[in-house]
Every structure is written in C-alpha cells, then in structure tokens.
Nanobody, 128 residues
C-alpha cells in the first residue's frame, strides 16, 4: 500500500520561497507519477505541478509555472516542490498525490481522478 506524507509547510513571507516535500513509502518510488494539488476554503482543488516516475517529465499550472520547480530525489523517495516569489494567493492546503499510471500524456497530469493515493495535506500560509 502506498503512503504519502507531506512536510515543509508553515508560514512563508510574500516574495520568499516555499519548499514542500512528499515522501512516498510502501512501493517502488519510480513506479508512480506524483503531483501536488492545493485547495483553499470555498474553492475547488487546484493542480499545481506534477512529475513523472522517471523524473524526466514535469508539468505545471499556469499560476506557478514561471516560478516553480518540481523534482524527485530517488535516494530520499521524495517529490519536492519549490515555489519562488510567493504570493498571498499561494496560501492553501497543499496535498501530494500518486498514480501508478506513469505513461499517461502530460496533459492528463492535472486530472485529480487519475491519482489513487493522497497525502493528508499540509497548510501553507503567506504573510504580506
């Protein structure tokens, strides 16, 4: 059974950088694409970024792509998300998700129903 656990949330100053990590345990790390989603109260869950099992393919939402990097650390079994030039609208609960469908087209990455496993989520707040 795959388990996901997020870390790195908390309070970030606007204009600073936000770094999150998602640890995948229970199965072979490279056999899962991993994505980050975020949600604020009253809004739908929003795709932020995704990365293939190999780490070679990445995909970003328009809201973060110019200032974000998603990467994988195979030694630590983590998928890491960094957002620079943080804005107040980046405040949300961030959740990582994993899917065994590693060969889907990259434009499928934002589809939440693709992901079988989800973390608990972690709060990110932004001070202006």
């Amino acid at each position: 059974q795959v388990q996901l656990h997020e870390s790195g949330g908390g309070l970030v100053q606007a204009g600073g950088s936000l770094s999150l990590a998602c640890i995948l345990s229970g199965r072979a790390f490279e056999n899962y694409n991993i994505a980050w989603f975020r949600q604020t109260p009253g809004k739908e869950r929003e795709f932020v970024a995704g990365i293939s099992g190999s780490g070679y393919i990445t995909h970003y939402s328009d809201s973060v792509k110019a200032r974000s990097t998603i990467s994988r650390d195979f030694g630590k079994r983590t998928a890491n998300l960094k957002i620079d030039s943080v804005k107040t609208e980046d405040a949300a609960v961030y959740t990582c998700a994993a899917t065994p469908f590693v060969n889907v087209p990259v434009d499928e990455y934002p589809r939440a129903t693709l992901y079988h496993f989800w973390g608990q989520g972690i709060q990110v707040s932004v001070s202006s």
